[in-house]
């Protein structure tokens, strides 16, 4: 008999191959509270990355910076971030009321005729985007971003809801990836064998598994990458990372996916 996990899981498939554009989402989700309080920020030298949830990263650092990946209205934040970034493939991986105290929202779709172009300085933040594809019910050129946050020499990428293989062009773009937050699920982005291929040409030591929905999903993207990648399952969903201590070729799995 099928698990109600599972089963949800194939529910949500099906809403969000049918759903229209201006309504879907990835999965139904409810409103989240906030999965995480937070402490002293990290120590210089380090960054604090906390997954809160589906493709929703909190990224901290130690002059106090504060970035949240995919930024939308369902899964929440501990507080208000300083920089947020989007892609618009569904409504759970962007927000259309973002909070005015908010100082930068960077949205990584195309507007009009242009591709997206940010290269923003916060305290001790750097953050700028390779524009790639996207796809709802279609793909959509240039309608996705890989954003990357740079701090304590670290360089943080995140795969948004990426739809291709990386032309040479852009991985020249996104340059040195120390840690790589990437969707797995197999079904709304890319095939898993694809997402694997990705990894294989930005080749990060580190790589975060997002986006994953259930274990059984998860469990086939690490049988998948296990003879280049060992996996490791954090107990918490906040991990303090350096690069002096960063390990390699490691799947970290953070719990909340």
């Known amino acids: 008999m099928i698990s109600r996990r599972l089963a949800i899981w194939f529910l949500g498939v099906a809403a969000c191959l049918v759903a229209d554009r201006a309504v879907a989402k ?5 409103q989240t509270p906030p999965r995480v309080h937070l402490a002293a920020l990290p120590t210089a030298g380090s960054v604090r990355l ?11 650092t130690a002059a106090g910076a504060r970035a949240v990946t995919d930024f939308n209205d369902f899964v929440a934040a501990p507080e ?17 009321a973002v909070d005015p105290k908010i100082k930068f929202t960077l949205k990584g779709w195309d507007d009009g005729d242009q591709a997206a172009r940010h290269d923003l300085f916060f305290r001790d ?17 240039a309608g996705n971003s890989i954003f990357v946050f740079e701090a304590a ?10 739809h291709q293989l990386l032309s040479d062009d852009q991985l020249i773009a996104l340059g040195k990836i120390h840690v790589l937050l990437v969707p797995v699920d197999g079904a709304y982005t890319m095939s898993q064998e694809l997402m694997v291929q990705v990894i294989g040409q ?11 929905f259930s274990d059984v999903n998860l ?21 303090t990372l350096s690069r002096l201590k960063l390990p390699h070729r490691r799947v970290l799995v953070l719990p909340g996916g």
């Open 219 to 239: 469990a086939r993207f690490l049988r998948l990458i296990d003879q280049h990648y060992q996996a490791s399952f954090a107990g918490s969903a906040t991990v």
């Open 125 to 141: 933040m750097r953050v700028w985007n390779v524009p790639t594809n996207a796809s709802s019910l279609g793909i959509e050129l």
């Open 80 to 96: 208000l971030p300083d920089i947020v970034t989007m892609n618009n493939a569904h409504e759970t991986h962007y927000s259309v």
């Open 26 to 30: 990835c999965l139904p989700i409810a």
């Open 202 to 212: 930005i080749a990060a030591p580190l790589v975060v598994p997002m986006h994953y």
């Open 50 to 60: 906390t997954y809160l949830g589906h493709s929703s990263f909190l990224i901290e």
């Open 153 to 162: 020499g670290l360089c943080i990428a995140h795969l948004g809801h990426l």
